[in-house]
């Protein structure tokens, strides 16, 4: 997905960019009779390296090295891979010859590409890796990402995020995943939900690459059904988000509400969400009944439902 304005280069860019200047720093020619302003210089580098690697980046210091580890794919990769030639060449930058395909009918931990998005001068592969047990409801998905930039007709893997959050669906199911922009930031979200006792509830988990790291911006619920537990059609209410990124104001997503009811005509209501150390809190708009009780959205957001949406949050997205 690119940017309309190509001026401003992409946030992921600039970000592995970064990345790439560190790791590429000359330190090898050091020996114990260096000058002391070489020693320095070297101390410089040490301490911005850490400064990059802060503790607002999820994952920073969970196995970010770029070791291939061992790695053992889950069946569904097989699929994956037959028709996608981009998938293929992500997988073999990131685990080279150190990817094997689980055997049949093992509980052993595996690893699914859950996506592989697209950013001016760079992509980003996702991978969902599922604990040791046998498939269940309550199974997780533990996410990770690997970052690569683009150099002439090549890709390079630069840097990756192991563990850096779970997936928000059931059944080790990473959710689905696409790139999003927060002001001149690359990311991304992670659509998900569950379904109980005929009642579903759908949510959107966003994230920024930012700070040399993955940042969570929070969630934002964005569906609800209850068609499964009425009997009554009459009764049955569904409700579908479409969710925009890239909004002028940085941090703000919008989110268009439509409410289906006993087959009468569709409403509509908008919402934007503003997120705010790590959630999202109301700005402005409409949410439908049932998001606010569906999810026990607390007393702040409510109060904030039906005020106004400014004219800069209402502008198209940029993306």
């Known amino acids: 997905m690119k940017r309309a304005d190509k001026a401003i280069p992409s946030g992921l860019g600039r970000w592995i960019r970064m990345l790439g200047t560190i790791s590429n720093a000359n330190i090898g020619r050091w020996h114990p009779s260096a000058s002391l302003s070489i020693t320095a210089g070297f101390c410089q580098i040490l301490s911005a390296t850490v400064i990059l690697w802060g503790p607002t980046a999820l994952g920073a210091t969970n196995g970010d090295h770029l070791s291939q580890a ?3 794919l889950c069946d569904d990769v097989r699929h994956a891979l037959v028709d996608n030639a981009d998938m293929r060449v992500a997988k073999t930058l990131a685990f080279g010859n150190n990817a094997h395909f689980r055997a049949s009918g093992s509980s052993e ?19 969902a890796t599922t604990d040791p047990a046998e498939s269940g409801f309550d199974q997780g998905a533990h996410l990770s990402a690997y970052f690569f930039r683009e150099s002439g007709n090549a890709l390079r893997l630069v840097t990756v995020k192991r563990d850096f959050a779970d997936g928000n669906r059931s059944w080790g199911n990473a959710g689905d995943i696409d790139a999003a922009h927060f002001g001149t930031d690359d990311g991304m979200m992670v659509n998900g939900g569950t379904s109980q006792q005929g009642y579903s509830n759908d949510l959107t988990d966003f994230y920024a690459f930012r700070d040399a790291g993955i940042v969570s911006l929070g969630m934002v619920p964005t569906g609800w059904s209850n068609s499964g537990a009425e009997e009554d059609n009459s009764k049955a209410v569904t409700i579908t988000g479409t969710v925009e990124t890239g909004l002028p104001q940085p941090d703000r997503v919008r989110v268009t509400y439509t409410r ?4 009468a005509n569709n409403q509509s209501s908008v919402a934007i969400w503003r997120s705010q150390e790590g959630k999202f809190i109301l700005e402005a708009g409409s949410l439908p009944e049932e998001i606010i009780t569906g999810f026990e959205l607390a007393a702040d957001i409510v109060a904030k439902n039906g005020t106004p949406i400014a004219a800069a949050d209402a502008a198209p997205p940029k993306n």
């Open 70 to 72: 061992h790695v053992l």
């Open 109 to 127: 931990e595996c690893t699914s590409l859950a996506a592989l998005m697209k950013f001016t001068g760079s992509r980003v592969l996702i991978t």
């Open 260 to 263: 289906s009811a006993g087959g």
